[in-house]
């Protein structure tokens, strides 16, 4: 823990700018237009180590980072270099994404789509890599009925490995089990899986690998705070805008060849990563282990970091008590202290032999091991030792969306948030008990639309500046009720003001330049759309394509010809080449640009 002790110790370190990017995951997709037929192509490996080579050669001078993900079919690509504090760092977001894009796409082989897609609808069913594969389930890191060995990355032992020790500290295989939507064709059992496995359920679509979670692909956010204080409050305030940003950002009901009767991709990935033994999960009384854990380690929240969040810690946290003495012995203050003791309830699921033994005063690889598996919906990160890195906070619960201009925006409408938050002193902290209630109606199917959220209505507190009052009604009463995403995005009248609302409020005082104005009012106008229903979520927009192809039977199933068709027509959206006013509106053209004009670096305000 010594290394905690040092990093912690930089909690008075202050000045640090802001500093913000985006990841984005994508998955290679083999098209074969004579069979007609769409599968997951296994070359992330050999497109990666093109990809790297730039950085290789120029490590400060490349527009784009590449990294490895889960799947041999995946890659996530992050900026260069990250984000800053002009407003006008707005206006070539799209334009990084899109260069990502192209610059991974002139190294696909004929056939090869590279898609932004939440989750592969076919993952999992018979046939569905290039070059062909078969899941071994007597043997390997997975023993999957459907999930092959070779569709992990091979280019790093971590993923199977981590694979392999999930399933064995959990003492059996992962079980995913998702409520088919049930059709009118629809037979039940859905499978024969209940005939293989006792964790299937006759009435659901049953997955029993890490692959069907990690194999998905993900949106994510990271800033860094000025000081830890600032870190602390935006991991708090952001807290209960993930379930709200998971709805509305929706992208996968489709897997292993099904419909499900859910949105979202939060649930898979919690099972399929969940190494809780049954004395964990509170199934058999303790006896060999420490604690029953409530969560997967792919999940929520379990507690605020701030003091403004303590009294909101409603749920009881698990907490190693000897780790927690430790810290608090150290000078760790009480809410950081359990939350780190937290963290350590569980054990590490991937170490390899050379790291076992590292000096902790200089090296955070013991940490990072424990904290990098902790996934969650938000992550604190503190500065690497001996590192310019500050304090710095992830935002995780987005789903990836077909287009560079959704992207663009989600990432973008977060970000305004974070300095409205902060410069408007505001308070969108509700009890976590109510964060986990929410999380869960996220995921349902038409959720964006259909679902009520717990939200906070009164969000300016005693320190909020003048301006936070002409948009925000002020409170003494610690007030939270059920709204809309339509309520929490667009506002309510006499209840709750609106998040765009409050973020043009912030921007009306503001020096912005035309060509990022536009682009900013773009993305926020379709923010809005999508929230109002006016536009589909991504996942309602696959359900209708799926359900309206004229090969459908109304049996649940999508077929090889059902998604066939589906990328072609995905690759034709992201491309321009089809518009799609039901998904994305009709009017998607921002003024982005490939770098900030050097007259605004010099005379544009800031916005940290």
């Known amino acids: 823990m010594t290394v905690t002790f040092q990093n912690y110790g930089l909690r008075d370190r202050q000045g640090d700018v802001l500093k913000w990017g985006d990841e984005v995951e994508y998955i290679i997709v083999k098209i074969d237009d004579e069979k007609q037929v769409a599968k997951v192509s296994l070359r992330a490996k050999d497109i990666l180590a093109q990809l790297n080579e730039k950085e290789l050669a120029d490590p400060m001078g490349v527009k784009s980072l590449w990294r490895p993900e889960y799947g041999a079919y995946m890659i996530e690509g992050t900026p260069g270099k990250p984000y800053g504090g002009l407003l006008a760092h707005f206006n070539i977001v799209e334009a990084n994404m899109r260069y990502r894009r192209e610059e991974a796409e002139m190294l696909l082989n004929p056939g090869e789509i590279l898609m932004s897609l939440t989750s592969f609808p076919r993952l999992g069913c018979e046939d569905f890599t290039d070059p062909p594969s078969r899941p071994t389930p007597n043997q390997g890191a997975t023993r999957s009925l459907f999930f092959p060995d070779e569709a992990i990355f091979p280019g790093h032992p971590r993923f199977?490995?981590?694979?392999?020790?999930?399933?064995l500290r959990r003492g059996e295989k992962v079980a995913i089990n998702l409520p088919v939507f049930k059709d009118v064709k629809t037979t039940m059992p859905v499978d024969d899986s209940h005939k293989f496995s006792k964790a299937a359920l006759p009435d659901h679509v049953y997955m029993d690998a890490m692959g069907f979670g990690m194999g998905c692909c993900c949106l994510q956010l990271t800033f860094q705070a000025c000081n830890i204080a600032e870190a602390r409050t935006l991991y708090d305030q952001l807290t209960p805008l993930c379930p709200i940003m998971l709805a509305?950002?929706?992208?996968?009901?489709?897997?292993?060849?099904?419909?499900?009767?859910?949105?979202?991709?939060?649930?898979?990935?919690?099972?399929?990563?969940?190494?809780?033994?049954?004395?964990?999960?509170?199934?058999i009384p303790l006896d060999d282990n420490k604690f029953v854990i409530n969560k997967s380690r792919y999940d929520s929240i379990d507690s605020y970091l701030s003091p403004q969040g303590e009294?909101?810690?409603?749920?009881?946290?698990?907490?190693?008590?000897?780790?927690?003495?430790?810290?608090?012995?150290?000078?760790?203050?009480?809410?950081?202290?359990q939350h780190i003791a937290h963290l350590f309830i569980r054990d590490s699921v991937s170490l390899f032999s050379e790291k076992v033994h590292q000096d902790d005063s200089k090296d955070t690889d013991h940490f990072e091991n424990i904290q990098s598996t902790n996934w969650q919906t938000m992550r604190f990160k503190p500065p690497p030792p001996n590192s310019t890195i500050g304090w710095r906070?992830?935002?995780?619960?987005?789903?990836?969306?077909?287009?560079?201009?959704?992207?663009?925006?989600?990432?973008?409408?977060?970000?305004?948030?974070?300095?409205?938050?902060?410069?408007?002193?505001?308070?969108?902290i509700i009890p976590i008990s109510k964060v986990d209630e929410n999380m869960g109606n996220a995921q349902k199917r038409g959720a964006a639309l259909n679902q009520q959220f717990w939200f906070r209505k009164d969000v300016t507190t005693c320190v909020s500046p003048p301006e936070a009052s002409k948009c925000c009604s002020t409170s003494t009463c610690d007030v939270y009720d059920l709204m809309t995403v339509n309520d929490i995005i667009n506002g309510k009248e006499g209840e709750f003001p609106g998040l765009i609302p409050m973020i043009n409020n912030y921007l009306s005082g503001m020096d912005v330049d035309a060509d990022t104005h536009c682009t900013i009012q773009q993305y926020l106008k379709f923010i809005q759309r999508r929230a109002s229903g006016e536009i589909f979520t991504t996942a309602s927009w696959l359900r209708n394509f799926v359900t309206a192809h004229p090969d459908y039977k109304q049996d649940s199933k999508v077929t090889d010809k059902i998604n066939y068709d589906l990328m072609k027509t995905i690759k034709r959206i992201q491309t321009g080449d089809l518009a799609c006013p039901e998904l994305l509106g009709n009017c998607i053209i921002s003024k982005t640009k490939e770098n900030v004009p050097a007259v605004l670096t010099q005379g544009e305000n800031c916005i940290a």
Request: one cysteine or more; charged letters at 25%; a negative charge.
């Open 160 to 167: 199977k490995t981590l694979s392999r020790n999930i399933r």
């Open 248 to 283: 509305l950002t929706a992208a996968s009901p489709l897997h292993r060849g099904y419909i499900t009767d859910v949105d979202c991709r939060w649930n898979v990935i919690s099972c399929s990563v969940d190494c809780r033994t049954e004395e964990e999960r509170g199934l």
């Open 311 to 337: 009294r909101y810690n409603d749920v009881p946290l698990v907490y190693d008590q000897d780790i927690y003495k430790k810290l608090r012995e150290n000078d760790i203050d009480h809410l950081l202290a």
């Open 393 to 428: 906070v992830e935002f995780r619960p987005c789903e990836v969306q077909i287009t560079d201009f959704e992207n663009a925006a989600i990432v973008c409408f977060v970000v305004l948030l974070t300095r409205v938050i902060l410069s408007y002193q505001l308070n969108f």
